[in-house]
């Protein structure tokens, strides 16, 4: 990914491009904004979360890279030149912290078991020694749970309190108090709570860092797409040079089977290119000189030299990476209820703390008992069940999707499938199987399909064209061998089989071979069979008409099912391909669409989706191909195909790993049963602090009632996450 950098003092207009690290939540990229537009000479500052990345427009002089950086560091983040390389080692960093804190929880998890199986035996009463809690619960606390420490201060000066606060809040009140009670021997103590919700916050933290975009990689796939060395034409010799070299007006020399490296027009030679990565459509294009070519497409079986007219950033295949930047730059992650919240109940329950400490001073003039008070306040906050409500449930629903066939990349994914109101479907490989074959065989003259098909496969084994494969591999077997194969480019083929000669392809090669081709009353027509979105050959044998055979691309016997389920959830469904309109609305009609829009390019694709959100509408893109990446990453969500190419893969939200677009069904119904648990366990968590706080305010909860609440608070939201496993969809 590009860097523009500046050394010196910036000019006016100039972009600086600045990766970040450290950024755990979409409230630390407004921190990050802020401290960047506060630095003299910055016109604009944007920082996206969801690619870790900050573009700074400066104003004028005053503002250099150094300045920036400085500004990144003061707000508590840093600039990293290798985004990947910082990521893993976050993730390398967290996977040791909490290892360490899963080994040190496990003591206390046990304790808690034998308090109730063996309350009176030995193991019991010394894993309840206080000294040794406290020994064992420290390096949890204050090594493990730095990084909450350090987040809630930093989320505090920033003036946006995240979860980091009530995590440290309330584990810092848990632990204090047993401290305190183990120093003065008396009182009950929380060591365990504390230890609990540090490791369990600590997993979802890893479990975010994990499923954290791979914008990168779907890019750099992208990028490799265009071959790194060229052969071309200078001085009438041949010569390789790298493609970075190739100037405009060159003249490139592209040999079978090799990517072009440049957009431009055939100046000499003719030959069939896979356009799959442009239109997604796995029938390849015939082209001869005058014909247009693109960048990253791959040549067939001929030979071409083409002039270059778009090279470098000037290739379709730079702007499909640059949609597919632009589209997840502006896609950012949907913020928690919880972030949301916690922004007003933090410093609501430090007020209430804090007033409850005093009033109880005034009026009881207690000390102990107005410490109990306060913090069983601080205990009942603990938001240990508000810390679990959103990923236990996550959990068991993308665990439990993953064995249904759907891979969810991110919680944001899952939250946001279940308001999907359009669903914009891709043809070639979602709803049809993405591979050409065999549909119609249709015998004249008193032939026998048997016998037809036998023969066209056995001339067509010798072409290469995906057409003729499609025929070739119809037949089982030992096919006959084909002799003197002659290939007629964009028309068909002729060849002698079994010492009879046949002539196959399309009219226009009967015409020219002045082949008659008349259709007897009741055998249906070619028309009919194009009508269907279906491509014939006709078949002569010996100079005379034989029969004709249909090929097309199968719709997927899962694709009209699934489009009626998404119209029972109320989900409007469309489709956008790059093929012509006639086989698009042949193949829409067969699974039930009636929207439809068709020989749209990946530019295209995007301009539908956009169009869509325009209209307020939550939208879903399936697809499968190169080209559909860019929809799918500006899509509020990206459903890609598991047959379909990495870099789909890379830029969709969720991968659907069965067949079709059936798992897209159930995606949708998964999403928005989880989304029932999470809001179920979310006013769950609020409830008991709802109730639980005043009613410790007034000192009518102890802090051991706090804690078996704020225990059973968390056991309510786990159990009820696990229903998810058995829940009907």
Partial sequence: MEERKTSGAGKAGQECILQIGGMSCVRCAAAVEHALSQVPGVASAEVSYANQRARVLLSGEGADRKALEKAVKAAGYRVVEDKASFRRRELRKLTILFAVSAVLCLPFLLMMVLMFVAPHARLTQLLHTGWWQIIVSAPVQFVVGWRFYKGAVLSVLNRSPSMDVLVALGTSAAWGYSAYNVFTDGGHLYFEGAVVVITLVLLGKLLEIRAQGKTSAAIEMLMNLQPKTATVLRDGREETIPAAEIVKDDMVVV???????????????????????????????????????????????????????????????AGIIKLVEEAQSSKAPIQKLADRVSAIFVPAVILIAAATLLLSLWLIGDTAESISRAVAVLVIACPCSLGLATPTALMVGTGRAATMGVLIKSADALETACKIGVVILDKTGTVTQGKPAVTDVVPLDGWKKEDLLYLAAGAESRSEHPVARAVADSVDGTLPQAEDFQSYTGRGIWARVDGRE?????????????????????????????????????????????????????????????????????????????????????????????????????????????????????????????????????????????????????????????????????????????????????????????VGIPVAALGLLSPVVAGAAMAFSSVSVVANSMLLKKARL
Wanted: charged fraction near 20%.
């Fill in 502 to 690: 046949l002539l196959i392809g399309s009219a226009r090669l009967m015409e020219e071979r002045h082949v008659s081709f008349p259709i007897p009353e009741g055998v249906i027509c070619p028309e009919t069979l194009e009508q269907q979105g279906k491509t014939v050959l006709l078949v002569a044998v010996d100079g005379k008409a034989a029969g004709m055979i249909g090929v097309a691309d199968p719709v997927r016997s899962t694709s009209a099912p699934a489009v009626r389920e998404l119209r029972k959830l109320g989900i409007r469904c469309m489709m956008v391909t790059g093929d012509n309109p006639r086989t698009a609305k042949a193949i829409a009609a067969q699974v039930g669409i009636e929207e439809v829009t068709a020989q749209v390019l990946p530019e295209g694709k995007v301009a539908v989706v956009e169009a869509e959100k325009q209209k307020g509408n939550t939208v879903a893109m399936a697809g499968d191909g190169i080209n559909d990446a860019p929809a799918l990453a500006a899509a509020h969500v990206g459903f890609a195909m598991g047959s379909g190419t990495d870099i789909a893969m890379e830029s969709g939200d969720v991968v659907l790993v069965g067949a079709g677009i059936g798992p897209l069904v159930t995606a949708v119904k998964l999403s928005r049963a989880t989304m029932r648990k999470i809001r179920q366990n979310l006013f769950w968590a609020f409830f008991y602090n709802s």
């Fill in 255 to 317: 040999r079978p089977g090799e990517s072009l490296s440049v957009d431009g027009v055939v100046e000499t030679g003719c030959s069939t290119v896979d356009e799959s990565m442009l239109t997604g459509e796995s029938m390849p294009v015939e082209k001869q000189a005058g014909s247009r070519v693109y960048g990253g497409t791959v040549n067939g079986s001929g030979s071409l030299t083409v002039r270059a007219t778009g090279v470098g950033r000037d290739t379709v295949l």
